[in-house]
């Protein structure tokens, strides 16, 4: 694909990301499974919906899944990335016993309102967790929340914020921060990685469309396309596969076994203990099969622009006071953080996930 070609891929909003997955779906003579968003509308008073395509043999015993949109703003880099896969897939089909399964915007709302969460401020990545159960308690996350989400954002407002978070990492270390921030919280329902307290509408309509397509399947890859963690422009991997079991090896073996034992992407501390994954789930959902797979994240700021990030997302949502302009400011900040206009950075993005997607479907035929 020429390198403009490619740049023409990306979506400016979602309806048209939706047009043209659906177009691409249908041109690559996929199946396709829609589920309506009720009671929500775009900014531009579209529908929302989740979109599945599946393209192969409809029995085939090894599928490759592939999600956008879990973080909706997210999505602006993996739907792309699924239209130029299911373009080629016009031209070349599916050899063996394999399929593919497309899941575009997991999370429609976020998607189109350029939200990492959903219509109840729930990070779906954390909303696959058991609710009849407790759920998992975060102290952490309880004494930071009034310092990252101060609601003042007052120049001095926000250097008050930020010293006396720095003093409490300090106090209590860069990975306890990390956990408190990332691993999920379920007691501050305006906070951030907020996982719910309930099953949300995406959780069922991914179990929705495990049941209609994925039953037959003995062997599933798996992957949750991100933005955000990772050094700019690159790949970053995060396995939830138990360490040296098969699944984490066809891992190793598709992707590199540095690239998935890689320690980077938390400033050196251990990765948060997160809960409720989306990854979870969906091997929940399909418990019959052999299950491999990651987020793959493509970087996009630096690990300190991260929370900022994070906080930009939080504003947009719920700062009620903020001027169309400023909004339309904030709004270009946020694409910055979880999908660039730095054209290099695109063409980086769409190759390395396409060279990815190919991996995964080699491994799975081999
Ligand atoms: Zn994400």
Known sequence: MKDTEILDLYPTHYAQARARFLAAAQAADATLYTQVLPDQVGPANEGL?????YVGAADASRVLVMLAGTHGSEAYAASPLMVAFLQAQKQVELAGDVGVLLVHAVNPYGFAHMLRTNE???????NFIDFSSPVPGNQGY?????????????EHGKAAARAALDAWIEENGQAAFFN???????????GLIYGGQERQWSNHALQNVADRFLGHARRIGFIDWHTGLGEYGQSFFLCFNEPGSPEWEHCCAWWGRDAIENKGGFGGAPRPRYSG???????EFCAQAEFSGAVIEFGTTPPEATIAGLQLDHRLRFDTMLEQEQRAVLHEQAMASFCPRDPQWRLDVMREGLWIV???LDGLRA
Request: charged share 20%.
């Open 49 to 53: 919906a989740l979109d599945a395509a």
């Open 277 to 283: 994954l989306v990854f979870q789930g969906m091997r």
């Open 120 to 126: 109840n401020n729930v990070d779906l990545n954390r």
């Open 180 to 190: 408190a921030i990332f691993a999920g919280q379920y007691e501050v329902p305006d």
């Open 142 to 154: 309880r004494a930071i929340h009034p310092l990252i989400c101060s609601g003042d954002h007052t």
């Open 358 to 360: 190919g991996r995964a």
